[in-house]
């Protein structure tokens, strides 16, 4: 069973950074797609990057330049930097691993506020 541990959120001011990392348990980490989401208050989820087994990566348009997934295959763990952030990216943050199936962690809060 796949378990996903989301950390590194926080509250920040606007142009701060934040890293977020997300711990997998299990062996079929170096081979899954691994995801960030995130959710507002009152809005859907959605794709904020994501990166491939072989290291692929795409972001959705509003964080391009300013966020970068990255993966650590012998610590089975997932990256996301936040650079530059406003308050628009403030959401609760979930990582989510796909191998067959789907997998989410809890999530993490990040607040982005003066």
């Known amino acids: 069973q796949v378990q996903l541990v989301e950390s590194g959120g926080g509250l920040v001011q606007p142009g701060g950074s934040l890293r977020l990392s997300c711990a997998a348990s299990?062996?079929?980490?170096?081979?899954?797609?691994m995801s960030w989401y995130r959710q507002a208050p009152g809005k859907a989820r959605e794709l904020v990057a994501r990166?491939?087994?072989?290291?692929?990566?795409n972001y959705r348009d509003s964080v391009k330049g300013r966020f970068t997934i990255s993966r650590d295959n012998a610590k089975n763990t997932v990256y996301l930097q936040m650079n530059s952030l406003k308050p628009e990216d403030t959401a609760v943050y979930y990582c989510?691993?796909?191998?067959?199936?789907?997998?989410w962690g809890r999530g993490t809060q990040v607040t982005v506020s003066s």
């Open positions: 989510n691993q796909e191998y067959g199936r789907v997998y």
């Open positions: 299990g062996s079929i980490f170096s081979i899954s797609a």
């Open positions: 990166i491939t087994g072989g290291g692929s990566t």
